[in-house]
């Protein structure tokens, strides 16, 4: 089973980079999804490089591959060789559990270039002095961050009554 969507003309609004004078227009970093559910035993380097041909003949911009098991060591390989293509695999049992509404996880949200510039302005901060945050961690994976990219944390405090912190993907 598989199926795709597009970006709202939310997110394309939200996503588009401020153009100013004297610099060509930019097109926001969002694209087409194309999700497969995948029904095989085993999920080796075939089926990987079957569904990166797909996202690429397609032009899909991000790929999301789902199926009742690991693929393996070798096909985990394939991933980085479909550029600028975003690929994402899980496991079934990885998606039972919205693990966003938990109560013990925070509110992520990532935010634009522009939200992230004018936060480090703000803070006079490079990137890199950013507390970080794992492109393989649970919430990351959940919201398709890439590195270099920016989530703002929101979290509930006694004392503050909620408080703000952001994170660098690496």
């Known amino acids: 089973m598989a199926f795709t969507a597009r970006p709202s003309e939310a997110m394309i609004k939200r996503y588009t980079p401020i153009t100013r004078p004297g610099q060509p227009e930019k097109e926001p970093e969002i694209g ?3 999700v497969e559910f995948a029904n095989e ?4 380097i075939k089926h990987l490089k079957q569904f990166a041909q797909e996202l690429s003949e397609k032009n899909y ?3 999301i591959y789902v199926s009742q098991v690991a693929p393996t060591s070798a096909a985990l390989k394939i991933i980085p060789s479909v ?15 919205n693990i966003s509404k938990h109560e013990l996880v ?7 270039q522009e ?5 480090l302005e703000r803070y006079r901060l490079k990137e890199t002095q950013l ?7 649970p ?9 270099s990219q920016v989530v703002k944390i929101i979290r509930k405090s006694e004392t503050a009554g909620r408080y703000a912190s952001y994170r660098w993907a690496i």
Do not use: C, N, Q, W
Request: charge should be positive.
């Open 41 to 44: 035993t085993s999920v080796g």
């Open 115 to 119: 939200e992230k510039r004018g936060l």
């Open 106 to 112: 925070p509110k992520h949200i990532p935010l634009s």
């Open 83 to 97: 550029l600028p293509t975003v690929m994402e695999i899980f496991r079934e049992e990885d998606l039972l559990v």
């Open 139 to 147: 919430m990351a994976r959940y919201l398709g961050l890439r590195r």
């Open 131 to 137: 507390p970080r945050i794992r492109v393989d961690d």
């Open 32 to 34: 087409t999804i194309h």
């Open 61 to 63: 911009y991000t790929g």
